[in-house]
């Protein structure tokens, strides 16, 4: 992930593949440092389909974290 300062303007969301098409669904704009807090907070099966977007990138949450 290229953007790295905790300030970063960052979107939280989860991307649901078993929805026909697959489904964005956002859970917090805002500071990079609290999404990660957020996505810290989900459940396992939630955090498989989490992803970070800022500025100029987007990844996985678990990517991000190492986890996967």
């Known amino acids: ?13 989860h991307l649901d593949g078993d929805v026909e098409g697959g489904a964005a669904q956002t ?4 500071p990079l440092l609290d999404a990660l807090r957020l996505a810290e907070q989900q459940p396992d099966d939630v955090q ?3 992803f970070i977007a800022t500025d100029n990138d987007v990844v996985a949450y678990l990517d991000l974290i190492g986890e996967e």
């Open 27 to 30: 859970l917090f704009y805002g």
């Open 1 to 13: 992930m290229r953007t790295t300062f905790d300030s970063a303007s960052a979107r939280l969301y």
């Open 48 to 50: 498989q389909g989490l």
